[in-house]
């Protein structure tokens, strides 16, 4: 923040404090530290890159990765959203042959899992799915386009409500 920003009715201690405290954010220790190994995705595969993450209610995490690599194209057989229990050991994965490119994920106060798939390629992609917890479809909103620019669905934080967009408008659920 630079101080000719700051608000000019505040007293010149409290914009030099603004200045300070911004200043020295970034300096602090991380508070986290890795754990290898602690996430056990089934034995006859790998993660690949995790798109997003999301606790449930219940100590177990929901996760939207890209069928073992950055993409779900051509791995239909692989469910790119899983649950792990809190221990970090597999429970269940849904999803196969539904998605491109798993982007966001949320978990809804009634325990529904809302996935978004942030890219089209024919008849797949741009779309956002509301599954049960046990994987059943509740719920599929599409909208594909042949530009990649229209259309990409990123983040369900308030899925009952609405679910952000990347480069174009929002689209309403």
């Given at each position: 923040?630079?101080?000719?920003?700051?608000?000019?009715?505040?007293?010149?201690?409290?914009?030099?404090?603004?200045?300070?405290?911004c200043g020295t954010a970034g300096a602090q220790e991380?508070?986290?530290?890795?754990?290898?190994?602690?996430?056990?995705?089934?034995?006859?595969?790998?993660?690949?890159?995790?798109?997003?993450?999301y606790p449930g209610s219940d100590g177990h995490l929901?996760?939207?990765?890209?069928?073992?690599?950055?993409?779900?194209?051509?791995?239909?057989?692989?469910?790119?959203?899983?649950?792990?229990?809190?221990?970090?050991?597999?429970?269940?994965?849904?999803?196969?042959?539904?998605?491109?490119?798993?982007?966001?994920?949320?978990?809804?106060?009634?325990?529904?899992?809302?996935?978004?798939?942030?890219?089209?390629?024919?008849?797949?992609?741009?779309?956002?799915?509301?599954?049960?917890?046990?994987?059943?479809?509740?719920?599929?909103?599409?909208?594909?386009?042949?530009?990649?620019?229209?259309?990409?669905?990123?983040?369900?934080?308030?899925?009952?409500?609405?679910?952000?967009?990347?480069?174009?408008?929002?689209?309403?659920?």
């Amino acid at each position: 923040m630079r101080l000719e920003h700051a608000p000019r009715e505040l007293p010149h201690i409290a914009r030099l404090a603004l200045v300070c405290l911004c200043g020295t954010a970034g300096a602090q220790e991380s508070l986290y530290s890795e754990v290898s190994g602690w996430l056990r995705p089934p034995f006859d595969r790998a993660l690949g890159s995790v798109s997003s993450v999301y606790p449930g209610s219940d100590g177990h995490l929901w996760i939207a990765e890209r069928c073992g690599q950055n993409s779900c194209v051509g791995r239909d057989s692989l469910a790119p959203v899983q649950l792990y229990d809190p221990s970090g050991r597999w429970v269940r994965g849904f999803g196969e042959a539904l998605f491109l490119w798993p982007h966001g994920i949320y978990v809804d106060s009634d325990g529904n899992i809302w996935v978004t798939d942030a890219d089209g390629d024919g008849p797949r992609g741009h779309q956002v799915f509301k599954f049960s917890p046990q994987g059943g479809i509740l719920m599929r909103r599409v909208r594909y386009s042949a530009r990649k620019s229209a259309l990409r669905p990123c983040e369900s934080t308030y899925a009952d409500r609405v679910v952000s967009d990347g480069p174009g408008p929002l689209a309403y659920c």
